[in-house]
């Protein structure tokens, strides 16, 4: 939101209250508390009828400071809040003198100004991270009456900002407007169905905005050299997190908000869904898979979109059985074929569910202030919706969620949960502005749960839509619906690069778009795209994508490309472990993985998967790309060709290739096994160097179905090839 009319004035109706200067410092055990009014006091009568606005420091882990702006305090506690993990072993230290008033926690300082002008920076390794200065921190009131509390940190000449979520826009944000607040609106708006208040930057530090409802950013934006971040109420909480690296801010934040489960091997295979409004049966999908199988193509999940349930009957859990009447014995034929299966479930009741007279008697659907149950007839007709604040609520969801998982179901596509009402009443008392944007959090957290007590620890996945802060924990993500173009893959791309750089470990996106038909080259060039993403799918809205209904080079890419992910199972899969364990994204942007390159600072069109293959997905039907290669010389994965860094590279690709480079200094497994993505990576498994020095050993490890990670030394000849030798 933005406050100002240019540099000198306020908006029409805006008032502001500004902190002048320190006035008082308090120090506790942990925490460093200053009074700042808004007047410099000369004296005493300066003190009556002087507003003052309060600035507390803490931590909650090391390197890491949380501050709190208030102005008037007596306020109730608004719920929910993020849950922030806290380390109670931190070691804090404050100094105060007559110069300034200092707050340390590891390798970060927060130092206010005093005895002149207010002032607060945030330093580390002897430098300025970032800053206020002043006018920027204040307590608004604008014209209709509403509070609003502001911070503004600097920019430095030449930092770029990340995160914010899952943005389509240019993944610097700079220059950008972004409201945190889930909406349904595709991946072609500025609005995002994954809002996260969280940002980081190549000046080595990340922020992190601790309030659940809605936040507004203006990056660079209102103020061209601060990033601006504001909230209606008395009070703004946001922690400064130093790296100094992007992974290590990623790795300190995803430890307060949460690590991302480990998803299951066989999520990492090729998925294949029914599409969404498309006609189809058991002999449909059974055509499907029966198509896959005779042209060779590597199938790891059969997904049933929203019509496996009866139409005006959404959710209830009940398969329709004009298409379905055998549903168990249809999940055990697909099992005998050695597939997996995943449903679609969103967290609405249409009124003509089963579920809805039960959630409206047992009191597990939100409500109106008079008590009505809340309904709508947007996406499902008198729906109405769970509410998840109610524990016995979400007992009832799950009971008959896991009726269908009994049934042999292994996965659940939790779709929606962005289209929530704040002019409701929830069981537990939240305020329904900030439960907005955590209502996903908590039906993905019941859907997750149950996976994980139905099917056991480490098997656990979802396909989920929407995400706030801390949502990474239960992953997967995908995209969106996006439309079925060049235009609309890259938007996507830029999506994913954004969420990964919020601390989103695990990313998809629906291959050959959701909306519209793709052309031929399309799908061809988004499978080579979504095969080299973490999870794959083939998803559509009216139309199927099974690569035959494209033309026969569509089936010999899907192929080649499954083959070459499975091949790759044995890095790919450790490095979701390194996800898991550490916070750092699978799919990563440049910048992330190299941000002393200035090259690299924009780049949007490529990304590391993992630690050591570079991927540029090709946009073109002609398959000209032009990409970045940083320093040293990085080895086509498909080809063997050579290319040395750093600069930028021009090529032609046909549909069976895409620009994949191996790092330098990359010893990479290599797996024996092309059909299946779970299988035992250590039998038959080889080793690849990449720019290694001959003659040389190295520690390489590799992880087994469970996570666990075995080492091997290897030593590389002087032809280049590896061998174990411990």
Not at 474 to 484: A, I, K, L, T, Y
Not at 659 to 675: C, F, K, N, Q, S
Request: glycine share 10%.
């Amino acid at each position: 939101m933005k406050f100002t009319d240019g540099y000198w004035l306020l908006r029409q109706g805006v008032s502001a209250i500004y902190p002048a200067e320190v006035r008082d410092v308090e120090v506790t055990p942990d925490a460093l508390v200053v009074h700042a009014p808004a007047k410099r006091i000369t004296t005493r009568g300066d003190t009556l009828n002087q507003p003052s606005l309060t600035i507390r420091c803490t931590s909650p882990a090391p390197d890491v400071i949380a501050v709190s702006i208030g102005h008037f305090l007596g306020g109730r506690e608004r719920r929910p809040r993020f849950a922030i993990a806290t380390d109670s072993a931190t070691a804090v230290t404050t100094e105060v003198t007559p110069e300034y008033a200092a707050f340390t926690s590891g390798t970060v300082t927060a130092r206010f100004r005093r005895g002149s002008a207010y002032a607060l920076e945030f330093l580390a390794d002897g430098r300025v991270l970032t800053g206020t200065g002043p006018k920027s921190t204040a307590a608004l009131t604008t014209q209709d009456g509403t509070s609003y509390v502001r911070e503004q940190l600097s920019l430095d000449v030449g930092e770029a900002v990340y995160g914010l979520g899952e943005r389509f826009g240019p993944l610097v944000k700079n220059g950008q407007s972004v409201d945190i607040w889930q909406a349904d609106g595709g991946t072609s708006s500025e609005q995002a169905y994954k809002n996260i208040p969280f940002y980081l930057t190549n000046r080595g530090y990340g922020v992190f905005v601790d309030h659940s409802g809605l936040v507004s950013f203006e990056v660079g934006s209102e103020a061209v050299s601060r990033v601006q971040f504001s909230v209606a109420g008395q009070r703004l909480d946001y922690l400064v997190i130093h790296g100094p690296t992007p992974k290590e801010i990623l790795r300190k934040y995803t430890a307060l908000t949460g690590r991302p489960a480990l998803p299951p091997a066989w999520s990492f295979g090729l998925w294949l869904s029914t599409s969404f409004t498309t006609s189809y049966d058991e002999e449909t999908v059974t055509s499907f898979v029966d198509g896959m199988a005779q042209r060779d193509l590597p199938l790891s999940v059969v997904h049933f979109d929203c019509f496996w349930m009866r139409e005006f009957h959404w959710t209830d859990f009940v398969w329709d059985p004009a298409t379905f009447p055998d549903p168990a014995g249809m999940l055990a034929r697909l099992k005998e074929r050695g597939l997996k299966t995943c449903v679609w479930i969103n967290p609405y009741i249409a009124q003509r569910s089963r579920l809805f007279r039960e959630g409206m008697e047992g009191g597990f659907l939100v409500r109106t202030a008079d008590g009505d149950v809340w309904q709508t007839d947007l996406w499902q007709a008198g729906m109405a919706l769970v509410d998840f604040t109610n524990p016995a609520a979400c007992a009832w969801f799950a009971a008959r969620l896991r009726a269908v998982l009994d049934m042999g179901v292994d996965a659940v596509k939790t779709d929606f949960g962005e289209r929530i009402p704040t002019d409701v009443v929830w069981h537990d008392g939240s305020d329904p502005e900030r439960m907005h944007n955590v209502y996903t959090l908590l039906y993905n957290r019941c859907v997750f749960d149950l996976l994980r007590e139905v099917r056991g620890e480490g098997e656990a996945v979802v396909f989920a839509r929407s995400a706030t802060a801390g949502g990474q924990q239960f992953p997967v993500h995908w995209g969106g619906d996006c439309e079925s173009s060049f235009v609309s893959m890259a938007e996507s791309l830029r999506g994913g690069l954004s969420l990964s750089a919020s601390g989103f470990g695990f990313w998809s996106h629906d291959i050959g778009g959701f909306e519209g038909d793709p052309d031929p080259a399309v799908f061809k060039r988004w499978l080579a795209f979504g095969l080299l993403s973490t999870h794959s799918r083939l998803h559509g809205s009216d139309s199927y994508r099974v690569p035959w209904n494209f033309d026969e080079e569509a089936v010999d890419v899907l192929r080649i490309f499954t083959r070459l992910k499975l091949r790759l199972m044995p890095y790919l899969f450790g490095q979701a472990v390194i996800a898991a364990r550490d916070g750092i994204p699978v799919m990563r942007p440049m910048a992330v993985e190299f941000p002393d390159d200035p090259a690299c600072t924009h780049l949007d069109r490529q990304y590391l998967l993992g630690d050591c293959l570079l991927v540029a997905p090709v946009f073109t039907a002609s398959g000209e790309v032009s990409f970045y290669v940083p320093d040293g010389q990085w080895t086509h994965l498909q080809t063997g060709e050579v290319v040395a860094g750093p600069r930028w590279v021009r090529r032609t690709c046909g549909f069976d290739t895409v620009p994949v480079y191996v790092r330098p200094g990359t010893i990479l497994p290599w797996g024996a096994v092309e059909d299946r993505p779970d299988y035992p990576y250590a039998d038959g498994l080889t080793f690849r160097a990449f720019g290694v020095a001959p003659g040389t050993r190295h520690r390489v490890e590799v992880p087994d179905l469970g996570g666990r990670m075995t080492a091997y030394e290897v030593e590389v000849a002087a032809d280049g090839t590896v061998s174990v030798v411990a």
